[in-house]
């Protein structure tokens, strides 16, 4: 089954360092998306991505956040001065349309995530 | 401002049994919901979805009810297994919209053998 790879799985970095997340999503969806959890807390909308382009961004995607489609494979999160509230898994998703039985289905597939704790 | 809300954040069950997890929600733009299964430190396991035009989708196991006029939907696991123990997170996605999910905060299901 077609999966969406994130990488790496834990990443620690000091704080106001820069931090670039990977993902690989599901080759032939079209839309792509970045969500957080903090620990405790529910998962979180962060971006999502189509046709190379931002398409919504939630108010935590503030100005310290950028995404990128660098190679038409790879879709990646910057931070770019970490904060140690950026701690929180991150998680990558993509997701495609389909009909089945006259209406549409969405299916969305999220990585396994990357722990990012800032110290 | 919580639109989806699992006001739930615990349920046990004894291995054979149903288990009814829910979920509420506000946004009546909402069409399309789904629900996901999460173990620590993974990334959330697609379950089943319904859509709004639907009170109802099973598959195996798993059966999703959707009550629009409450702006409920349950999902039942029947018979529950050990291997369900997990944190259960609906998600819904406005119509319209860029096809971004708003979660719940989650339920965390233990299934005693």
């Known amino acids: 089954e077609p999966e969406v790879t994130q990488t790496p799985s834990h990443q620690v970095t000091q704080m106001g360092q820069e931090v670039i997340l990977r993902c690989v999503p599901i080759?032939?969806?079209?839309?792509f998306y970045w969500y957080r959890q903090i620990l405790g807390q529910k998962v979180e909308f962060l971006v999502s991505f189509y046709n190379n382009e931002i398409s919504e961004k939630s108010e935590i995607f503030d100005d310290q956040f950028s995404v990128e489609r660098p190679d038409g494979s790879n879709f990646t999160l910057k931070i770019r001065s970490t904060k140690l509230e950026d701690s929180a898994m991150y998680f990558c998703?993509?997701?495609?349309?389909?009909?089945?039985?006259?209406?549409?289905?969405?299916?969305?597939?999220f990585g396994s995530g990357t722990r990012l704790t800032v110290v | 401002d919580q639109q989806v809300k699992q006001n739930s954040p615990s349920l046990s069950v004894q291995e054979g049994r149903i288990s009814i997890l829910n979920c509420d929600y506000t946004n009546s733009m909402f069409d399309y919901f789904l629900w996901y299964k999460k173990y620590p430190a993974e990334g959330p396991t697609f379950l089943i979805s319904i859509s709004s035009i639907k009170d109802k989708n099973e598959d195996g196991r798993f059966t999703v009810f959707l009550n629009k006029s409450a702006k409920h939907l349950s999902l039942h696991i029947v018979p529950s297994q050990p291997g369900d123990s997990a944190v259960y997170f609906c998600?819904?996605?406005?119509?319209?919209?860029?096809?971004?999910?708003?979660f719940g905060k989650g339920t965390l299901l233990t299934v005693n053998p």
């Open positions: 998600a819904a996605r406005r119509g319209g919209s860029n096809y971004k999910l708003t």
């Open positions: 080759s032939n969806h079209l839309y």
């Open positions: 998703a993509s997701s495609d349309i389909s009909r089945q039985g006259g209406y549409l289905l969405y299916g969305y597939t």
